[in-house]
Structures are given as C-alpha cells and as structure tokens.
C-alpha cells in the first residue's frame, strides 16, 4: 500500500488493533498468574520490531542515507533520522521517495517480513520476553521492545540484532537507487554548467 502513496500502516492495524489488543490483555494476565505469555502478534510486536523506523522498517535506510554519494539522499536523510527515530517515516517515504520507486518496493515488503520471522522465532524459543505491555508506538525501538517486554534487557539486543540486518538488506537497493540519483545529478550540474557558457557564446 505504501508503495501506491497510500498509509497501509493505517488502514491494516486498524483492522488488527482488536488483536492486538486481546492478545495484549491475554499475555498481561497469563504474567500476573506466574504464568509464560502465549500471544505473539501484539500492538508493541508489530512497532518494535516489524517496523522499527515506521512502515518498511525503514530506520536503516535513513542511516544509510546520511553516508550517501547522492546530494538528494543525503539530504533526505537529514531530515528524516530523527522522526524515523521516533518511527514517523513518511519525510522518507515520501521524499526519498520510496512510494512508485521499483528499486525500493522488494526491500519495503521483505525487510518486514525477515524482523516479523525473527522475532518470531525469539519469542517462540524463550529467547526474549513476549509483550505484556504497551509503550507509546512513537517510542525509539530498542526502548519500546524493552518497556513492552516488561524491560527485558535482551528485547533491546534483539532489535539492535534485527537493525543491523535491515541494514544489511537495505543496502544493496540503496547503492542501486544511490547510482541512479548521482548519475542524475552529475548529468544536471553538467547542464547548468554549460548554459552560462553557451549564453556568452
């Protein structure tokens, strides 16, 4: 949905916060009890560690960003790394931009899938504690995780493991993207460089 410019993050949670929001009531209960938490799909699972950075996952791309060759990125990544701390993404989305971009649709749609089936599998395995609480969605990542996991310390460590290999994802699709833009801007500065000339001529 974001790739057509349309806030999916919206309109699917919407339908899933009820979900959410039973599986959330479910676990707290089961923890009060003594006993281990059963629900995965939790409001705090869904914006801690499927879309860290907002929609996309797309926190390390706007790290990456700050690094970039292209003037563009780089700029966009200045402007977007901090609302993207707080997973408010759509200067990025909007501004790279990711939406009706080919080369950026196949990392918008795995990246969230890979941290989905990672966290997952921690979960599942006893790894990191389940969600039992709620921090606010606009809560930096690695401290939401933690709130919600009744502050364990390792939800912190899984979602810097998950940043690091978003990272590792995005970047391939970013060089690509990156090429494309610097060639454009070398072939503009090339233009405007050569009017002042043709106009003395």
């Known amino acids: 949905m974001w ?6 993050d919206n309109i699917v949670t ?3 916060n009820p979900i959410f929001m039973a599986n959330l009531a479910t676990n707290a209960a089961l923890i009060s009890k003594g006993l281990d938490a059963t629900q995965v799909m939790t409001a705090p699972y869904w914006s801690f560690y499927i879309c860290i950075g907002g929609s996309g996952s797309t926190l390390m791309l706007a790290f990456l960003y700050q690094r970039s060759r292209s003037i563009h990125l780089r700029t966009i990544g200045k402007l977007s790394i901090v ?3 707080f997973n408010i993404n759509e200067p990025l989305i909007f501004g790279s931009p990711v939406v009706m971009n080919p080369l950026l649709f196949f990392p918008l749609v795995l990246v969230p899938m890979v941290n989905a089936t990672l966290a997952y599998a921690a979960m599942h395995l006893n790894l990191v504690q389940d969600m039992i609480a709620m921090a606010p969605w606009t809560t930096p990542a ?5 709130i919600s996991a009744a502050w364990d310390y390792r939800a912190f460590v899984l ?3 998950i940043m690091l290999i978003d990272g590792l994802l995005w970047y391939p699709f970013f ?6 833009l610097v060639e ?3 072939q ?3 233009v405007v460089d050569a009017e002042p000339a043709s106009a003395q001529s």
């Open 83 to 85: 609302p993207a701390l």
């Open 3 to 8: 790739f057509a410019g349309i806030h999916g």
């Open 142 to 146: 690695p401290i939401g995780a933690m």
């Open 188 to 190: 503009s500065s090339q």
């Open 184 to 186: 454009q801007e070398i």
């Open 175 to 180: 060089k690509a993207y990156e090429k494309q």
């Open 14 to 16: 919407g339908l899933l």
């Open 159 to 161: 979602v810097i493991l």
